[in-house]
């Protein structure tokens, strides 16, 4: 008999930090849902029973989050597109087959959070100047070049891991020099950080926004603090900025609408639940 009651989690080590239980919980009691969502540790050498363990268990599927997001790829049956670019997974839908299908909802999240603060902002208007070549990184760049971003100025520490992305990514992305990270704001749209400078517990990230016009979007993946060292500079010199807040509500969204069947609205007492919980 068809267990009616939808059961989904997050899968991670450690994962007690997540914020997903509360998100997809609000949105299960709002919508009147008979399911749960749950937390899942799972050690990197038990993944791959972990995963098979979602057709035993009947799950709806599951959210993939760190250390876990590039290996959980190889147990999928299918992998969406935009995820294989990514080159990771943060989403598990279990098909009516049994089957598994990977997605990546992080560059979703992240446009969303971009139009949620400016609703005319599109990727075309000029330059992106992208901080970080990790795992956001990908996802964000992967989704401006998806949204028709013409130019994407990538800056990280380590050089060689900017210009693999460029190597791979192409024609819209161009890699510098971290010593050249003041200058390459100069007349850009769109300036994101994706590295870890900044978060509560982290040295700041270390830029000079002279060169930054005042039009210009400036966004930070990190969500703790909500309102980080970048951020509060780039307020206080005119810029709208965007935290990563609206990044992990938003990604949130095609998961809920994949397992439950309705596609949530991130309403003001969401937000506010989530705030204070940081």
Same mark, same amino acid.
């Given at each position: 008999?068809?267990?009616?009651?939808?059961?989904?989690?997050?899968?991670?080590?450690?994962?007690?930090? &997540?914020?997903?239980?509360?998100?997809?919980?609000?949105?299960?009691?709002?919508?009147?849902?008979?399911?749960?969502?749950?937390?899942?540790? @799972?050690?990197?050498?038990?993944?791959?029973?972990?995963?098979?363990?979602?057709?035993?268990?009947?799950?709806?599927?599951?959210?993939?989050?760190?250390?876990?997001?590039?290996?959980?790829?190889?147990?999928?049956?299918?992998?969406?597109?935009?995820?294989? !670019?990514?080159?990771?997974?943060?989403?598990?839908?279990?098909?009516?087959?049994?089957?598994?299908?990977?997605?990546?909802?992080?560059?979703?999240?992240?446009?969303?959070?971009?139009?949620?603060?400016?609703?005319?902002?599109?990727?075309?208007?000029?330059?992106?100047?992208?901080?970080?070549?990790?795992?956001?990184?990908?996802?964000? $760049?992967?989704?401006?070049?998806?949204?028709?971003?013409?130019?994407?100025?990538?800056?990280?520490?380590?050089? &060689?891991?900017?210009?693999?992305?460029?190597?791979?990514?192409?024609?819209?992305?161009?890699? /510098?020099?971290?010593?050249?990270?003041?200058?390459?704001?100069?007349?850009?749209?769109?300036? +994101?950080?994706?590295?870890?400078?900044?978060?509560?517990?982290?040295?700041?990230?270390?830029?000079?926004?002279?060169?930054?016009?005042?039009?210009?979007?400036? &966004?930070?993946?990190?969500?703790?603090?909500?309102?980080?060292?970048?951020?509060?500079?780039?307020?206080?010199?005119?810029?709208?900025? $965007?935290?990563?807040?609206?990044?992990?509500?938003?990604?949130?969204?095609?998961? /809920?609408?994949?397992? /439950?069947? +309705?596609?949530?609205? @991130?309403?003001?007492?969401? !937000?506010?639940?989530?705030?204070? &919980?940081?």
């Amino acid at each position: 008999m068809h267990n009616t009651f939808i059961m989904a989690g997050v899968m991670g080590w450690p994962v007690a930090h &997540s914020r997903s239980p509360l998100i997809h919980n609000h949105w299960i009691q709002q919508h009147k849902c008979k399911g749960a969502y749950g937390l899942f540790p @799972v050690e990197p050498g038990h993944l791959d029973a972990a995963i098979q363990g979602i057709r035993a268990l009947g799950l709806a599927g599951c959210n993939i989050t760190i250390p876990h997001k590039v290996d959980a790829m190889k147990y999928m049956d299918w992998v969406d597109p935009m995820a294989l !670019r990514i080159g990771a997974i943060n989403t598990i839908v279990r098909q009516t087959d049994g089957a598994l299908h990977g997605f990546n909802n992080d560059g979703f999240g992240y446009l969303q959070s971009l139009q949620e603060a400016q609703p005319n902002w599109r990727a075309e208007t000029g330059p992106v100047a992208v901080l970080g070549a990790g795992g956001a990184s990908r996802a964000i $760049v992967v989704s401006l070049i998806e949204s028709g971003a013409t130019e994407i100025r990538l800056l990280n520490r380590t050089r &060689s891991k900017a210009d693999a992305l460029v190597q791979e990514f192409g024609a819209p992305v161009t890699a /510098f020099d971290w010593s050249q990270r003041h200058e390459a704001l100069a007349g850009v749209a769109l300036l +994101v950080n994706t590295t870890s400078l900044g978060m509560h517990g982290q040295p700041g990230l270390d830029i000079d926004l002279a060169q930054l016009p005042e039009t210009a979007l400036v &966004s930070d993946a990190i969500y703790v603090p909500l309102e980080t060292p970048l951020l509060q500079a780039a307020r206080l010199r005119g810029n709208t900025t $965007v935290n990563g807040l609206g990044m992990l509500l938003h990604q949130a969204r095609p998961a /809920f609408k994949a397992w /439950f069947g +309705v596609m949530p609205e @991130v309403s003001t007492e969401l !937000r506010q639940t989530i705030v204070a &919980s940081l």
